[in-house]
Structure formats: structure tokens, C-alpha cells
């Protein structure tokens, strides 16, 4: 599957559709439908140090031994609490590389910013794990433009590739600035919860679309986030049989009339004043 896609200017490329890991319930059947994935093309997984309080780190260390740790670009991310300090920064770094069974993560990512922390310096120690060799690269999440403006500001050797934010066909809000954002500067939006955790399953619109292309609504729904030059799509699902609707959104790329029809008429959930001021 030729559908692959450059994280941030690092010359990495990764297949336009990832897999996530938030919310694992039965990790063997979970196991079964990433190998399936990774037979198909899927080559990055993106998990967190929160997820399962450990166990998907746990998990996602057994895929990369199951495939070869050279096939997968893994992200991670750390809370922000544990990035208050350098050598709180290690110390939960070490121990998510302890249970990914391996020395370098691809890439890690501060999770979400707490207001009252200050994120300058959490991003100084970000980079501290760069350069200690802990991860390769470096990024954010759920963060909007003014903030990953601050970010950029605060690194020194490192460049931010990637800010992973909630982007779907419901919820569009990424795309009134952040998209235009970081296209320009070369980063790329990781797009988190983007089958809205099924609830656009049924859609009529994307159904109706979808019948033009002998696609489904799932995969009219990701193929639709991936039409933007900079975003990868990370869904997450542990049942095999759905795999096949993730691997079918890559490959080919709506019509431009039909991206207009879903901006006109699948509804977002979000009204436009909370756009203002959001990322
Ligand atoms: N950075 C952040 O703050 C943040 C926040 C949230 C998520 N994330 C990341 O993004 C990933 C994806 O987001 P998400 O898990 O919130 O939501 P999502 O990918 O939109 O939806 C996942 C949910 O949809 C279900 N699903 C998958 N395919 C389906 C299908 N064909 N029909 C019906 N249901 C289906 C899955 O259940 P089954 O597994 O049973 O199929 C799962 O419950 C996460 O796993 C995580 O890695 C990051």
C-alpha cells in the first residue's frame, strides 16, 4: 500500500493510516489485528505512557518484537506532570522505553498542556530525551496555534514534527487555523478520535458518498482527514475484521466536490464560536 506520508521535514515516511492503542480491552484479539494491519501496510502505532497505566506500552513493545522494531515509527506520549523536571523526564521516559523493550522511541509527545505548568519548560525537557537519545524525534498534542507557537519558541535543537489533536468529520475545528498552521511550517497533525469512537457509523452523507467509490463510511471518514497534505489518521481498533476499513481509506483520495459536500453537510458537532480562539 503506497499511501505514505512525511512526519514533520524528517524524511521519515509512514502510512497515512496509523493504529491507537487508547482503550485496549482484550489484547490478545488486539494482537491478532495489528499483525493483520502491519501485513497490510500499517507501519506506525501510537500509544502513551496513561494508556492501560502501562499495559499498552507493554503491548506495543510485543508487536515491535513480533515484527521487527525496525518496521513500526512509534510515538509515546508523557503526561505533562512528569515533564515538570529533567529527571522526572528520564525517569518516565526510561520506564516507557522499559516497557516498549526497546532504547530509542521514534517519537514522543507531551500529551496535553496543563495551564498552570509551565510549558516551556516542559518542552526543554522534551528535548532533553532527544538528546539523550530516548526518542528521535519530538512533538506535542492538543495543543492550538498560539501554544504550538510557544513550543516551537522553546526548543533550541529540535524541531516540533508533530502536534496530535482530535480532528474528525464531526468535530473540524483543526481546520480553520491549525491545518493552515502547520502546513506551512512543515509539522504534521497526527488526527486522534477520528471515526468520532464510531459514532459515525450510519452516517447517510458519508454512506451516500461512499457508494460512488464502493467504500464505507469509515473509510470515506478517514480518507477525508488524509486529503490534507499534512495529516495521518490514528484509529483505533482491536478487531481484526475492521482493520480492512482502515487499510481501504488509503490509496485513493475523494473528489473535491465531494470534500465540499461533507464540509456543507455533515454536520460538526462543535458550533462555530467555539472555533474562536480554538485550534
Ligand atoms: N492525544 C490524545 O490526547 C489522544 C486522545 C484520544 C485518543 N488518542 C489516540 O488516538 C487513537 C484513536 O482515537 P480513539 O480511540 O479515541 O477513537 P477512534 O479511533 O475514533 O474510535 C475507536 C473506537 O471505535 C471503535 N471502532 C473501530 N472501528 C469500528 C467500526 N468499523 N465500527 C464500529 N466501531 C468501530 C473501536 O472499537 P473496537 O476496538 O472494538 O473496534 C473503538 O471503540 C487512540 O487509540 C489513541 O492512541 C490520543
Same mark, same amino acid.
Given at each position: 500500500?503506497?499511501?505514505?506520508? !512525511?512526519?514533520?521535514?524528517?524524511? $521519515?515516511?509512514?502510512?497515512?493510516?496509523?493504529?491507537?492503542?487508547?482503550?485496549?480491552?482484550?489484547?490478545?484479539?488486539?494482537?491478532?489485528?495489528?499483525?493483520?494491519?502491519?501485513?497490510?501496510?500499517?507501519? %506506525?502505532?501510537?500509544?502513551?505512557?496513561?494508556?492501560?497505566?502501562?499495559?499498552? $506500552?507493554?503491548?506495543?513493545?510485543?508487536?515491535? #518484537?513480533?515484527?521487527? *522494531?525496525? %518496521?513500526?515509527?512509534?510515538?509515546t506520549k508523557i503526561m505533562p506532570?512528569n515533564l515538570v523536571s529533567r529527571?522526572r523526564a528520564i525517569?518516565s521516559a526510561?520506564?516507557?522505553? *522499559?516497557?516498549?523493550? =526497546?532504547?530509542?522511541v521514534?517519537l514522543i509527545l507531551l500529551h496535553?498542556s496543563?495551564?498552570?505548568?509551565s510549558l516551556e519548560s516542559q518542552i526543554k525537557n522534551l528535548e532533553r530525551l532527544a538528546e539523550k537519545?530516548y526518542t528521535?524525534y519530538i512533538g506535542v498534542s492538543?495543543l492550538?496555534?498560539?501554544?504550538?507557537?510557544?513550543a516551537q519558541?522553546a526548543t533550541s535543537r529540535h524541531e516540533i514534527v508533530v502536534?496530535?489533536?482530535?480532528?474528525?468529520?464531526?468535530? @473540524?475545528?483543526?481546520?480553520?487555523?491549525?491545518?493552515?498552521?502547520?502546513? $506551512?511550517?512543515?509539522?504534521?497533525?497526527?488526527?486522534?478520535?477520528?471515526?468520532? *469512537?464510531?459514532? =459515525? =457509523?450510519?452516517?447517510?452523507?458519508?454512506?451516500?458518498?461512499?457508494?460512488?467509490?464502493?467504500?464505507?463510511?469509515?473509510?470515506?471518514?478517514?480518507?477525508?482527514?488524509?486529503? %490534507?497534505?499534512?495529516?495521518?489518521?490514528?484509529?483505533?481498533?482491536?478487531?481484526?475484521? *475492521?482493520?480492512?476499513?482502515?487499510?481501504?481509506?488509503?490509496?485513493?483520495?475523494?473528489? #473535491?466536490?465531494?470534500?465540499? !459536500?461533507?464540509?456543507? @453537510?455533515?454536520?460538526?458537532?462543535?458550533?462555530?464560536?467555539?472555533?474562536?480562539?480554538?485550534?
Amino acid at each position: 500500500m503506497r499511501d505514505k506520508k !512525511e512526519i514533520g521535514r524528517t524524511g $521519515e515516511k509512514v502510512s497515512s493510516i496509523g493504529l491507537g492503542t487508547w482503550n485496549i480491552i482484550n489484547y490478545d484479539a488486539a494482537m491478532d489485528a495489528f499483525l493483520y494491519a502491519y501485513e497490510r501496510g500499517i507501519d %506506525n502505532i501510537d500509544t502513551a505512557e496513561m494508556y492501560g497505566d502501562g499495559r499498552a $506500552e507493554e503491548f506495543v513493545g510485543e508487536f515491535l #518484537r513480533r515484527v521487527g *522494531r525496525d %518496521n513500526i515509527f512509534v510515538t509515546t506520549k508523557i503526561m505533562p506532570q512528569n515533564l515538570v523536571s529533567r529527571d522526572r523526564a528520564i525517569a518516565s521516559a526510561e520506564k516507557s522505553l *522499559r516497557r516498549l523493550g =526497546i532504547d530509542t522511541v521514534d517519537l514522543i509527545l507531551l500529551h496535553w498542556s496543563e495551564p498552570h505548568l509551565s510549558l516551556e519548560s516542559q518542552i526543554k525537557n522534551l528535548e532533553r530525551l532527544a538528546e539523550k537519545g530516548y526518542t528521535r524525534y519530538i512533538g506535542v498534542s492538543n495543543l492550538g496555534v498560539e501554544e504550538l507557537g510557544i513550543a516551537q519558541e522553546a526548543t533550541s535543537r529540535h524541531e516540533i514534527v508533530v502536534d496530535q489533536v482530535r480532528y474528525s468529520v464531526y468535530d @473540524r475545528r483543526v481546520e480553520r487555523r491549525l491545518i493552515p498552521y502547520t502546513i $506551512e511550517r512543515g509539522i504534521t497533525i497526527q488526527a486522534y478520535s477520528p471515526i468520532e *469512537r464510531g459514532a =459515525i =457509523i450510519g452516517d447517510p452523507v458519508l454512506r451516500r458518498i461512499g457508494e460512488k467509490y464502493g467504500k464505507t463510511e469509515v473509510e470515506v471518514a478517514l480518507n477525508y482527514l488524509i486529503t %490534507n497534505p499534512n495529516v495521518v489518521a490514528i484509529p483505533k481498533t482491536e478487531k481484526k475484521e *475492521r482493520i480492512d476499513l482502515f487499510v481501504g481509506a488509503m490509496g485513493w483520495r475523494l473528489a #473535491r466536490e465531494d470534500i465540499e !459536500e461533507i464540509r456543507r @453537510r455533515v454536520e460538526s458537532r462543535y458550533s462555530i464560536e467555539d472555533l474562536e480562539g480554538e485550534s
